[in-house]
């Protein structure tokens, strides 16, 4: 997970992110990894209002906007913001 939240710091596509991990089954790649990341608010969407839609590319979640599930704020990671 913290290998696709690091390669998304820019938008990619799923295939950029299926290519980048090496994996050869979609399905696993959407459930398995890109889901979970969703749903944590880890993991963003482009186009939030199309889920499916071909031109879908995902993002990692500015630091200062995501809670962990226990609560807490995740840590900064080399975010010069300030």
């Not at 939240?5 to 992110?17: G, Y």
């Not at 809670?67 to 995740?74: I, L, Q, W």
């Amino acid at each position: 997970a913290e290998a696709v939240l690091q390669f998304c710091v820019e938008p990619k596509s799923r295939a950029e992110i299926q290519q980048h991990l090496e994996l050869k089954d979609r399905e696993y790649l959407r459930k398995a990894i890109l889901t979970p990341l969703i749903e944590s608010g880890l993991l963003c969407l482009t186009l939030p209002d199309k889920p499916t839609s071909p031109k879908q590319k995902f993002y990692t979640a500015p630091a200062d906007n995501v809670v962990m599930k226990d609560g807490k704020a995740r840590p900064e990671q080399g975010n010069d913001n300030g």
